[in-house]
């Protein structure tokens, strides 16, 4: 097996066990249809002579593939797109069928440390959260949907216990201004959800963890396109 990715590029906490499962071969093909930052991408190309057909509806990280694909004379080949359409994308631009595909599912470091994504809670920007530059922004969706579907929205997509406190703050603060940016939304979390006191030796996460988590998966269909994903992978 050739080396794995230098140690300035990014390198995914499964690199390991992806490399194992998909065992690259020289001569196959393969789909990374979570591009991001290229960490799986470029530990499969590094594996083996084989090729990547990289997909990513983000073109912030089409174009980190774009700056990276020279390095591979010609076996990384990128797709703007989501992964929930591999099979008609890949019937689109390859012919034969390919040998494996991985998925990294959720948020990418990129777009987290971008205050102007919108994803991370820490960092003040404005409430986007799109993947791709297309659609409605989580400001659209807390300015939009009704108490009750907010609260359905916390609680199923991320697991939030105070979801119905924290959909009924939005809509009160909402009656004041427009909620668009990160760190109001923090704060309309925190004033909702009720202080516990901290557990020795147990770490507690943000308040707005899980808020932000339900509103990201929402704003970008992750459920569906991992349904999806999933089926036209195991087609092709």
């Not at 099979?87 to 777009?111: K, T, W």
Request: aromatic residues 6%; negative net charge.
């Amino acid at each position: 097996m050739a080396s794995h990715p230098t140690a300035d590029a990014h390198v995914p906490v499964m690199l390991a066990e992806v490399l194992e499962a998909l065992s690259p071969t020289d001569g196959g093909v393969y789909v990374d249809g979570t591009f991001g930052a290229g960490g799986y991408t470029a530990g499969i190309l590094e594996a083996a002579r084989c090729t990547v057909w990289a997909i990513d509806r983000d073109p912030q990280a089409i174009a980190r593939g774009e700056a990276m694909a020279p390095k591979y004379d010609g076996r990384l080949r990128l797709i703007h797109g989501s992964f929930g359409d591999i099979a008609s994308l890949m019937q689109d631009h390859a012919a034969q069928p390919v040998n494996g595909a991985v998925l990294d599912l959720g948020v990418s470091s990129p777009q987290l440390a971008d205050p102007a994504r919108g994803f991370s809670f820490q960092l003040d920007g404005p409430l986007d959260m799109r993947m791709s530059a297309t659609g409605i922004t989580a400001a659209d969706v807390l300015s939009s949907q009704p108490e009750g579907e907010l609260a359905k929205i916390f609680f199923t997509l991320g697991e939030e216990r105070h979801a119905r406190r924290i959909a009924k703050a939005v809509c009160e603060a909402r009656l004041d201004a427009p909620i668009e940016r990160t760190l109001r939304l923090v704060e309309i979390i925190s004033g909702a959800v009720p202080k516990k006191a901290p557990r020795s030796g147990v770490k507690s996460i943000h308040p707005a963890t899980r808020t932000f988590q339900a509103l990201r998966i929402f704003v970008n269909d992750e459920i569906g396109e991992l349904r999806r994903g999933l089926a036209g992978a195991e087609k092709y």
